[in-house]
Every structure is written in structure tokens, then in C-alpha cells.
């Protein structure tokens, strides 16, 4: 009798799964063209694969197809791999989260550094002007991590006194690279190399360095006036790598989650219950390395990245072994990452829908 209800249950989750593929298949096929920019998307339930696949062009002009194996610009998504950088060099006993940026940068006007900590840049509640907001408006030149500092250094202000706000901040992620590269002596693409990449067999997966070639890379497009997909990769913020320099793929991104998931590196939730303040973000959730999150203990993970040419999103529920994630070469494309959302919180399992809160995964 339980060996009948095993073989039951179990059929009935391998007919929901297969139900929820054909359906994640259909939405993909109908928000994507063969002959355009498209998405990558893995979605995995309870441990089990459910779907791994790519639509559209990964370069329009090679026409290659984006597989599990294409590399996308991550954009802010690659804030969990800085963050994961700084935590290590703090479980070296290298730094501590509770170390003003003076200890840094010595350069910093003292007023502001000596009251900003690595926790705060972890945790977007430093207050540090937006390096975009000061940033020359006519600038043409990309900007690098360490022209991030020049524009910050010599600023006397804050948005508000440290750790007692949210507000979401690039320029602390390019902070926490030139911190990393000064604390380990390391440039901060080969210090993530070394420290990330390789310990988890990402073998594929970079960080952004100009004239550097990007294997399986995934070009970025935007739609013209007319709607036309015109190439769209670069911009003069999308050098900085603290804040967005990461090109990884499906396959690779997996490897990351199930490091995250078991502990490979850090224990994540016992990191989120350290660096994350009582500071709620605009859309109710906390941030703490690298992740917005609810329930620190046994953590929903996600992160949206959008730039000149990419929009992705990741999701990971670790305790459930839940994991979405979202990769497309075309800026903009919040619309079909919501119907994706929509679709699993009304297709997948009960307890993945319940767990899913739209509002704060489409920010």
C-alpha cells in the first residue's frame, strides 16, 4: 500500500512538472523570436530540474543561439559576488564588517569615511552619494571602480547618517571592489577568479575587463523608436565591476546556487542574520550580502540586474532547493520576467506559489 502511494505521488509530481515545462516552454516561445535577442531561463523544484533551455540570438550579427552555456552580463545581479568576496576576506580575519572606510581609502574626506562601515556598503544603508548623480553629464569615457572614488572622495555630505536608512547604492559596490583589491593585493577579477569561480568549478563565468574576451558571450540589444532590436552592450557605467561586472551562464550560475545552498563557501543564513539591519527596502524586504531577502533564517533569495542591454532576475529558496533563474540580452524586458513570475506562482507547486511575492521580485 505505501509503495503504491509512493509510485502515485510521485507520478502526479512528474505530471505537474511536465505540464509546468510545456507551459514555461509555450510563454518562452511566444515572448521570444528565433531570429531576435532572447532569454535563458533554468528552473529547478525540490532538487529537481524542471526546465533548462534558450531562446533567440545571442549576437545578432553571428547569429548565434543562446544556449544554457551563453554568458550574459549579470548587472547588478553580480552584487552576490562582491559581497561573497568581502565575506571571505572577513572569514581570513583580513577585515571586519565593522571597519570604517577610512581603514581604506585615505583619501576619502575623513567627515564621511569615518562614520561609513563595510557593513553599511553591504548593506545599501552607507548613505554614499550615487556616483551617477555626480558623475560629469557630458562624461563619454566608461568609468572604472577607481573613478567611482575620484568622484566620491572629495564629497563631504551623505544622503543620511549611516545605518539608519535603505537606499540602494552602486557606488557602494564599486567600494567594496577597491577594497577587496586593496586588502588581498589582488586585482578584483582575478581575486573573484581565484576565490569564486574556480574553488566552484565556474569555468566559464568572468568579470567584465575591457578588450578581454568574454567566452559564449551574449551581446546586448535594445528596442529604437520603432521597435527595432539595435545593439546596445555598453554604456559609460557598465565598466564598473563591483557594482555589475559579472558574465556568467545557466550552467555556471547552478554551480553558484548549489554552493550557496550547501555551504560551500559561507554559511549564508547564519552571514544574513550578521550584516542585515532592521532596515526594510522600499519594497518591505531586508539586504544583506549581495541578496534582498525575507526570513534570514531560512532565506527567499532574489535580485533583478538591468542595464543598457541585459535584464535578469534570480530567485533561490535553498532550504526547499528552489531555484529561477532568468537571463536575457534585451533591456527592458520587465514585462515578459513578470509573466514568467506570474506564471509559476499560478503553475508550480503550492508551496513555491505561496513563497513567491511578485511585488518585491519585479522591483
Known amino acids: 500500500m505505501v ?5 502515485t505521488l510521485l507520478l502526479a509530481s512528474t505530471s505537474v512538472y511536465a505540464q509546468l515545462r510545456e507551459r514555461l516552454d509555450s510563454l518562452m516561445q511566444a515572448t521570444t ?18 526546465y533548462r533551455n534558450g531562446y533567440g540570438l545571442a549576437n545578432v550579427e553571428t547569429k548565434s543561439a543562446i544556449t544554457p552555456t551563453t554568458n550574459f552580463r549579470m548587472a547588478s545581479v553580480s552584487k552576490q559576488f562582491t559581497a561573497m568576496g568581502i565575506l571571505l576576506l572577513e572569514k581570513a580575519k583580513k577585515l571586519s564588517l565593522d571597519d570604517p572606510i577610512a581603514r581604506f581609502f585615505p583619501e576619502f574626506n575623513g567627515d564621511v569615511s569615518r562614520k561609513v562601515r563595510i557593513r553599511n556598503l553591504l548593506t545599501h544603508s552607507s548613505g554614499i552619494l550615487d556616483y551617477e548623480m555626480v558623475m560629469n553629464p557630458n562624461q563619454k569615457q566608461q568609468l572604472l571602480d577607481a573613478d567611482v572614488l575620484t568622484l566620491l572622495k572629495d564629497r ?3 544622503y543620511f547618517e549611516p545605518g539608519s536608512q535603505f537606499r540602494y547604492s552602486n557606488s557602494a559596490y564599486c567600494l567594496l571592489a577597491l577594497i577587496i583589491e586593496r ?15 574556480q574553488p566552484l568549478k565556474m569555468e ?6 575591457a578588450g578581454k574576451p568574454i567566452p559564449n558571450r551574449a551581446m546586448g540589444y535594445a528596442r529604437n523608436k520603432t ?11 557598465s565598466a564598473t565591476k563591483g557594482d555589475g561586472g559579472v558574465y556568467t551562464s545557466l550552467n555556471d550560475y547552478q554551480k553558484w546556487s548549489d554552493a550557496l545552498r550547501n555551504n560551500t563557501l559561507l554559511d549564508l543564513p547564519a552571514v544574513l542574520a550578521r550584516t542585515g539591519q532592521a532596515i526594510r527596502s522600499t519594497s518591505g524586504s531586508y539586504y544583506g550580502a549581495g541578496w534582498f531577502y525575507r526570513q534570514p533564517d531560512n532565506p527567499i533569495l ?3 540586474g538591468s542595464t543598457c542591454g541585459f535584464n535578469n532576475f534570480v530567485v533561490a529558496i535553498p532550504e526547499k532547493q528552489f531555484l529561477i533563474v532568468y537571463f536575457s540580452n534585451r533591456a527592458n524586458n520587465k514585462s515578459n520576467a513578470t509573466a514568467l513570475l506570474q ?10 506559489a505561496d513563497m513567491l511575492a511578485l511585488d518585491d521580485l519585479t522591483q
Open 156 to 158: 563631504d555630505s551623505l
Open 227 to 237: 521597435g527595432t532590436f539595435v545593439f546596445s552592450d555598453q554604456s559609460v557605467t
Open 183 to 197: 586588502v588581498s593585493g589582488q586585482p578584483y577579477p582575478s581575486f573573484i577568479q581565484q576565490h569564486i569561480f
Open 3 to 7: 509503495k503504491l502511494l509512493m509510485t
Open 33 to 50: 523570436q528565433a531570429a531576435q535577442p532572447g532569454t535563458a531561463l533554468l528552473v529547478v523544484i525540490g532538487g529537481k530540474e524542471v
Open 204 to 209: 566559464q563565468s568572468v568579470v567584465y575587463e
Open 302 to 304: 532574489f535580485h533583478s
Open 343 to 352: 506564471l509559476m506562482a499560478s503553475a508550480g507547486p503550492r508551496e513555491v
